[in-house]
């Protein structure tokens, strides 16, 4: 029960890694406010924590625009009294060749997956201020740390989002708010499912996910989301600015 009496908000909890989040968080006793653009699913997410005997509050929207975040800020403080961490987790797949990518799609790409993260960490830090510290996990990928074929686009917002919680951590840091990121390898999600379409086969696609892996398996949003509570809990008090692979290996070479 490390979340017990905290207040966790988690973006892009309507289906994988952000569900998988959002459930844990709950599980150790969290309260937690979730958002996505889906919201059939979102409210699914909302059902399942609240059948656990969770508490929950959800907010269905667009995350690039502002008024989403102020909305969902607005409801976890109002309905659990202020902010303690936030798990920024939405995201967007851009795949293709550089020389094929729509630059609107690239600047799309840009928006949900990094601005939005500028956004929300705006709009919760002075909550967490008011609270005397927090904790901030941004999701990146593996992406962002090492050029993957097809990924070009995607990887360039996913490397912006190293820096940025880099220097989010330097600032934030006299406030006692840390900040850090994952990076996930290949995860089996609705997202990799919208990846495999660009394979002539599953057996290819997951050639191709897990090669470099030392860790021949294909992840799971489980295998993912203990990193990410980790980063959030008091057992992370010394880490701040790192970004924490989550690849089977991947990067050691
Ligand atoms: N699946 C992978 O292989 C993989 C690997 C590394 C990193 N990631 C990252 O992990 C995070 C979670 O992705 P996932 O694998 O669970 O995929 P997913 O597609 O299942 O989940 C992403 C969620 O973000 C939501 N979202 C997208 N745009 C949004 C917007 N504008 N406003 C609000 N919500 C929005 C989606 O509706 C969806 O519910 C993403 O940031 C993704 O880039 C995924």
């Not at 905290?6 to 989040?21: F, L």
């Not at 924590?49 to 607005?74: C, F, K, M, N, Y």
């Amino acid at each position: 029960m490390r979340f017990d009496g905290k207040v966790v908000v988690v973006t892009g909890a309507a289906r994988g890694q952000g569900r998988e989040s959002a459930l844990a968080f709950s599980s150790e006793g969290a309260s937690v406010a979730v958002t996505d653009i889906l919201g059939a699913e979102l409210e699914q997410t909302a059902y399942l924590i609240q059948e656990a005997g969770g508490r929950v509050v959800s907010v269905a929207g667009d995350l690039t625009d502002p008024a989403t975040i102020r909305a969902l800020v607005a409801e976890a403080s109002d309905a659990f009294g202020g902010i303690d961490v936030l798990h920024n987790n939405a995201g967007v797949l851009i795949g293709g060749t550089l020389e094929e990518t729509a630059p609107e799609a690239f600047e799309r790409a840009f928006r949900v997956n990094c601005v939005t993260q500028l956004l929300t960490l705006q709009a919760v830090a002075p909550q967490m201020r008011l609270r005397g510290g927090g904790a901030i996990v941004n999701t990146s990928s593996i992406c962002g740390l090492a050029a993957v074929d097809h990924m070009g686009a995607y990887g360039a917002t996913k490397a912006a989002i190293l820096s940025l919680t880099r220097s989010a951590a330097r600032e934030l840091a006299p406030d006692n708010i840390r900040v850090n990121a994952v990076c996930p390898g290949g995860v089996d999600t609705p997202m990799a499912a919208a990846a495999k379409q660009m394979f002539d086969s599953e057996a290819e696609f997951l050639e191709f996910a897990t090669s470099r892996q030392l860790v021949k398996r294909f992840a799971a949003s489980a295998d993912i989301i203990p990193t990410v509570l980790f980063l959030a809990s008091h057992d992370a008090g010394l880490i701040t600015g790192a970004s924490i692979p989550v690849e089977g290996g991947h990067m050691a070479w």
